[in-house]
C-alpha cells in the first residue's frame, strides 16, 4: 500500500510556495481577495481548511503558534487545529496572546493588543462580501473592480430604513486602505476597530472558496456607514462576571434553565491574565480549576 | 460560582476511541477485508476512486472501510491523501476506441459494428431481494465466448464520418490541460475544467440535474449514443527516454451523449455531443454527466441559459460533495460568538419595537431579505 | 404648442450621434444603416411595428449591444465627443448610472423588487459617493413627490405597488442623478390607459422641467405625440421616413407610415 509520508506543516512545500506567492500579492493589494489553488486538506472545508492552509505555508520551526475559537483556546476546533500543527510541524504552542508568533483564530480578535511582528490568521467561511446581494462571481468580480459598491450601501440603508440604525453584528463590511471592500470574516464588529492601523500583519484564508487576502500592518481599516449613522461598536452593559473587565466581548453563559445568565470574556487568555493579576468579577472562582468533560 | 468549561481535549480524544470501537461493530463478527470491499461492494469502490479523483481500488476499499461505509467520508479522505501526492506530470490521453469492451450499448442503432455486449448490467435484473444471498452461495460460472477480432469503434466516430454529429472539440496537443485542483477556478471555465469538475462532482447532484434538463429545466433531447466499460491502457510519456511508458490499465465508463442539433447561416446542423467519464463502472454518473456537460455548453452554442444545469457557475461552485458537506456540517462548529452578537441585536431590536408598539400600533416589517 | 416643445438649450451642439448603425445576426440584419443627432433637450421618438428593429436600435444607442456596423458617439459632461465603443467599461457603467437613464417597459426589469423605494431612489446617489442617510431619504422623498408617490409607501418595497406606480418609481430611480438623456423602452406598455395618461403626462412635465434628452421607443403613436418633437419611422431594419413629430403624424409621406397613422397596421 502507498503508505503517506507527510511534509513539515502538512502541506508540500510546492503547495506552500503557491500559498505564499498569493500571499504576497494579497498583502501588496489590501483587501483583494486572491484566487489561489486550495488544496483538499484532512479536516472538512469549513472547518479553517483556508486558515490552516494559511498558517501551514507562514508556520517555521521557530515560530510559536496560538490558536483560537470564538476567542477562546479550549474549544474544540481550536485544540484540534492545534494538534494538527504540533504533530505535523512540531512547533511551540501556546494559549497566550502576547507570547505567539502566528495566531489562527475563527470569529474572534484577541483583546490584547497584537504587535508588530506578529501574524492574525482568520479563517473565512464566504469571503465575498457583497455574495448575499449578488450571488454571481463574475459579477461581485466586477463591481469590485470597477468599486462599484452603491449596492452594499443599499443594504445599510435598507437595514436603518426598517429598524432606525445598522442590522449587521458579524460580518460587517469593511473597506480597506480606501480601496476594497472587504468581509472581516464572521467576527463580531465589536472587534471592527482592532482592524484598523493594525501593528501585526492580518491573513485571511478562505478554503472552500479559494481565495486569500490580507490587510498590510499599519492599514487604514474603516467599517462602512453613513456620516448621519455611524458604526458603532456593540457591547454589553455589564462586566465580565469572572475578572470584571468592562472592555471586552463577552459569552452569554446560560446557568440554569430559570433564564438565569452570566456574561464572561470570551476572550479566555485574557480574562485568565486579569483574574491573575487579581481582578475579580461577581462570580469569581479561584482560577484555572478544571472541570471533567467538554 | 462559575468554572469555565475545560477537558475539550481529552473529550476529543474520548470521542474518537469510541469512534474507532462503533465502526469496528461487534467483534464476535468477522472483520471485513479490504480485499472483500474492494471485490464485493466494487461499485461503491469505483464511485470512491472517481470522485475521490484517485484511481487505487484498495486505498479506496479502506477509505469505504474507515469512513464505516459512508461515501462522501470515503471520497472526503482518499481526496485529503491525493492532495498531499507528488505531481510527475499529465499521462497521455487515453484512447477509448481501443478499449477492451466489457459492455457496450447504443440506444442511437440497433446494431453497430462490434455490435451491442450487455455485460454485467443491473438493467434487465427484476429487483427483487434474492435471499440466497443472505444464505451466501456461489453464483454459476459466467457464459463464455471467444473474444471477437472485430473493431468496435465509437458510435459517435461513426456519425463523425458522415459530418452528423460536429466534431469532437480539438485542442492544440501543446496546449496544457486545466488542473482545478492546481490552479484556482475562474469563471466563464473552459470545457476541460468544466469536466474536470463534473467528473469528481457528486453522483446524486448530478443526477438530479441530469433528471431536470430531461424534466424540461433546459431541455437537450439526449440520445445515448453509447455507453461503453472496459480497459484502458495508460501512457506516460517519460521526457527521459523519449517515448510513452506505459503505466497499466484503467477501468473506465465512457458515455456519449448524442444531442439535438443545431444549425446557424453559417453551419449547417448537426448533432452535439455531452461527454461523461468515470472510473470502474459508473453508469448513473457517466450518463448524468454527459447530460449536463451539454447543458452547460449553452454558452458556447449560443443556447439560452435559463434553468440551473445550464448555468456554470450554480453547477460548478456546489457540485462537490466534500466541499459542500464541509460547509454545510461546519454548522455544527460553535458559533457562540456570531450567536450572541446576533441575540444583542435582536434583544435591542425587540425593545424599540415594544417601546414604539405602545405608541403607535405599527405593523412589524419584513425581517431583512 | 410645437414651439414650446422645439425651444431646447442654446447648446447647438448633438448630445448624440448615430452613424451609419447597423446590427445583424448571421445572415439576419435586424437593423439597417441608422444616422442621425440627437440634441440637448431634445425627445426623439422611434416608431414601428414590433420586429421593425427599433427595440434592436434603442440597445445599440444604449450601449448595450455592439454594433455590427458604424458608430454612437456621445458627448460627455466634458463637453469631448466619444465614441462609445471605446469607452472602457468604468466609464460606460459610470455613465449608465450617472448621465443617463434606462426606463424599461417592464418596471420589474428596471426596480429592485424586493428592496424598499427609499432605497431604489437612492441607490443611484449611494453610487456616486452619497453618504448621508438624511440627505439621500430626503431626496428620495422628494423625487416620489415628484412622480406623485404617496410618500407614506417610502419603505414599502415596489412589489406592493401598482404597476403605473412601478412604472413612475423606476423613472424617478432614473431622475435622481439628474441625468441629461434618457432611454424608454415603451414605457406605457402594459397600462391601463387611464393610467398611461397620468404616465405620460408626467413624463412630459419632467422632460420639459429638466430639459431632458429622451430617445423614446413605442409602437403607440399616441406616445409619440404627446412626448416627442421629431418622430423616426422603422420597418425592416430601416428608417424609412423621419420629421418633426407633428409633421410626420399629421402629413406622412411614406405610405407604411400613412398605414401605421390611420391604425391599420398592427403595431
Known amino acids: 500500500m502507498n503508505a503517506p509520508v507527510y511534509n513539515f506543516a502538512y502541506l508540500d512545500e510546492q503547495t506552500k510556495r503557491m500559498i505564499r506567492r498569493a500571499i504576497l500579492k494579497a498583502i501588496a493589494i489590501p483587501g483583494y481577495q486572491v484566487p489561489f489553488a486550495s488544496r483538499e486538506m484532512p479536516m472538512p472545508y469549513g472547518w479553517g481548511t483556508g486558515g490552516v492552509q494559511v498558517t501551514a505555508a507562514i508556520l517555521g520551526p521557530a515560530d510559536v503558534l496560538k490558536v483560537i475559537d470564538q476567542g477562546s483556546d479550549d474549544t474544540t476546533n481550536a485544540i484540534s487545529i492545534r494538534k494538527f500543527f504540533a504533530r505535523t510541524a512540531g512547533v511551540a504552542t501556546t494559549t497566550a496572546t502576547a507570547d505567539a508568533t502566528v495566531i489562527q483564530t475563527r470569529h474572534r480578535i484577541p483583546e490584547a493588543p497584537l504587535h508588530g511582528g506578529q501574524v492574525l490568521v482568520y479563517q473565512v467561511p464566504i469571503p465575498e462580501p457583497l455574495r448575499f446581494l449578488e450571488p454571481r462571481e463574475t459579477e461581485t468580480r466586477r463591481m469590485h473592480a470597477l468599486g462599484e459598491y452603491g449596492l452594499m450601501h443599499v443594504k445599510l440603508y435598507e437595514d436603518i430604513a426598517r429598524f432606525g440604525h445598522i442590522a449587521t453584528s458579524y460580518a460587517y463590511p469593511v473597506k480597506v486602505n480606501a480601496r476594497y471592500v472587504m468581509d472581516p470574516s464572521p467576527t463580531p464588529k465589536f472587534d471592527n476597530p482592532k482592524m484598523d492601523n493594525c501593528p501585526a500583519l492580518q491573513l485571511f484564508g478562505a478554503g472552500r472558496e479559494k481565495r486569500i487576502y490580507a490587510i498590510p500592518p499599519y492599514t487604514s481599516v474603516v467599517s462602512l456607514d453613513f456620516e448621519d449613522h455611524p458604526f458603532t461598536r456593540y457591547r454589553f452593559d455589564a462586566p465580565c462576571a469572572l475578572c470584571g473587565a468592562d472592555d471586552s466581548y463577552l459569552d452569554e453563559i446560560v446557568t440554569d434553565d430559570q433564564g438565569s445568565r452570566m456574561f464572561v470574556c470570551s476572550d479566555t487568555d485574557y480574562c485568565e491574565n486579569r483574574q491573575a493579576q487579581g481582578h475579580r468579577g461577581s462570580e469569581s472562582a479561584a482560577p484555572h480549576k478544571e472541570r471533567p468533560h467538554g | ?369 | 404648442m410645437a414651439d414650446s416643445k422645439i425651444a431646447v438649450q442654446d447648446n447647438d451642439q448633438p448630445l448624440l450621434l448615430a452613424d451609419g448603425l447597423g446590427k445583424s445576426y448571421g445572415r439576419l440584419s435586424a437593423c439597417r444603416d441608422v444616422s442621425f443627432a440627437l440634441y440637448p433637450g431634445e425627445v426623439l421618438a422611434i416608431v414601428g411595428e414590433s420586429g421593425s428593429g427599433k427595440s434592436t436600435l434603442l440597445q445599440l444607442l444604449s450601449a448595450q449591444l455592439s454594433p455590427s456596423a458604424g458608430k454612437v458617439s456621445y458627448r460627455m459632461r466634458d463637453g469631448v465627443m466619444r465614441d462609445l465603443a471605446a469607452l472602457g467599461e468604468a466609464e460606460r457603467r459610470f455613465l449608465l448610472r450617472t448621465d443617463w437613464g434606462y426606463v424599461h417597459q417592464d418596471p420589474v426589469l428596471g426596480l429592485r423588487m424586493a428592496v424598499s423605494a427609499g432605497a431604489n431612489v437612492g441607490e443611484r446617489l449611494m453610487a456616486v459617493g452619497w453618504n448621508h442617510y438624511g440627505r439621500i431619504r430626503d431626496t428620495a422623498t422628494s423625487w416620489l413627490e415628484r412622480v406623485e408617490i404617496d410618500v407614506g409607501r417610502i419603505d414599502d418595497a415596489p412589489r406592493t405597488y401598482s404597476g403605473g406606480m412601478r412604472q413612475r418609481l423606476q423613472i424617478a430611480r432614473n431622475l435622481v442623478t439628474e441625468p441629461r438623456l434618457v432611454f424608454m423602452d415603451e414605457p406605457t406598455g402594459g397600462l391601463d390607459v387611464s393610467v398611461q395618461a397620468r404616465l405620460l403626462d408626467l413624463m412630459r412635465n419632467l422632460v420639459s422641467e429638466l430639459g431632458l434628452a429622451a430617445i423614446v421607443v413605442t409602437h403607440d403613436l399616441a406616445v409619440a405625440r404627446l412626448l416627442s418633437h421629431r418622430v423616426m419611422v422603422m420597418k425592416g431594419g430601416r428608417v424609412i421616413e423621419t420629421g418633426l413629430t407633428d409633421q410626420v403624424l399629421d402629413d406622412p409621406r411614406e405610405p407604411y407610415t400613412q398605414l401605421l397613422v390611420s391604425s391599420i397596421l398592427p403595431a
Not at chain 2, 210 to 226: C, D, I, K, L, V
Not at chain 2, 296 to 305: F, Q
Request: net charge negative; glycine share 8%; hydrophobic share 40%.
Open chain 2, 1 to 369: 460560582m462559575y468554572v469555565a468549561v475545560k477537558g475539550g481535549e481529552r473529550a476529543i480524544e474520548n470521542a474518537h476511541r469510541l469512534l474507532a470501537h462503533e465502526r469496528r461493530g461487534d467483534c464476535d463478527v468477522p472483520e471485513l477485508s479490504l480485499a472483500q470491499i474492494s471485490g464485493q461492494l466494487s461499485l461503491g469502490v469505483d464511485r470512491i476512486m472517481t470522485e475521490g479523483s484517485l484511481y487505487d481500488r484498495e486505498l479506496a476499499a479502506l477509505a469505504l472501510k474507515q469512513a464505516r461505509g459512508d461515501m462522501i467520508e470515503a471520497i472526503f479522505l482518499i481526496r485529503a491523501f491525493r492532495a498531499t501526492l507528488p505531481r510527475f506530470g499529465a499521462t497521455e490521453p487515453v484512447d477509448t476506441g481501443q478499449m477492451r469492451v466489457r459492455r457496450r450499448i447504443s440506444s442511437t442503432f440497433k446494431d453497430i459494428p462490434g455490435g451491442q455486449i450487455l455485460g454485467p448490467t443491473f438493467d434487465y435484473t427484476h429487483r427483487l431481494l434474492d435471499p440466497r444471498l443472505a444464505e451466501g452461495s456461489e453464483p454459476e460460472a459466467p457464459a463464455t465466448a471467444e473474444a471477437s477480432a472485430a473493431t468496435m469503434p465509437r458510435v459517435t466516430d461513426i456519425l463523425g464520418r458522415d459530418g452528423l454529429i460536429e466534431p469532437s472539440p480539438q485542442v492544440d496537443a501543446d496546449s496544457a490541460v486545466g488542473d482545478l485542483t492546481r490552479e484556482p477556478l475562474s469563471f466563464p471555465a473552459d470545457r476541460d475544467l468544466r469536466l474536470q469538475n463534473l467528473a469528481r462532482a457528486d453522483e446524486g447532484f448530478l443526477l438530479a440535474l441530469g433528471y431536470s434538463t430531461q424534466r424540461g429545466y433546459g431541455r437537450s433531447h439526449p440520445f445515448a449514443g453509447e455507453i461503453r466499460l472496459g480497459e484502458v491502457e495508460v501512457e506516460f510519456m517519460a521526457e527521459d527516454v523519449g517515448f510513452a511508458v506505459p503505466l497499466g490499465a484503467v477501468t473506465l465508463t465512457e458515455c456519449q451523449m448524442v444531442n439535438q442539433f443545431k444549425g446557424s447561416a453559417t453551419e449547417a446542423p448537426c448533432f452535439t455531443r455531452g461527454y461523461g467519464l468515470a472510473f470502474g463502472q459508473s453508469e448513473r454518473k457517466t450518463m448524468s454527466m454527459a447530460l449536463v456537460d451539454r447543458s452547460l455548453r449553452a454558452r458556447e452554442l449560443g443556447e439560452e441559459i435559463i434553468a440551473p444545469a445550464q448555468d456554470e457557475e450554480f453547477v460548478m461552485s456546489h457540485s462537490d460533495n466534500v466541499q459542500a458537506t464541509g460547509f454545510v456540517e461546519h454548522l455544527k462548529l460553535p458559533h457562540y460568538v456570531d450567536f450572541q452578537s446576533e441575540l444583542g441585536l435582536l434583544r435591542k431590536l425587540r425593545k424599540e419595537f415594544s417601546e414604539a408598539a405602545t405608541d403607535t400600533a405599527a405593523p412589524m416589517q419584513e425581517a431583512a431579505e
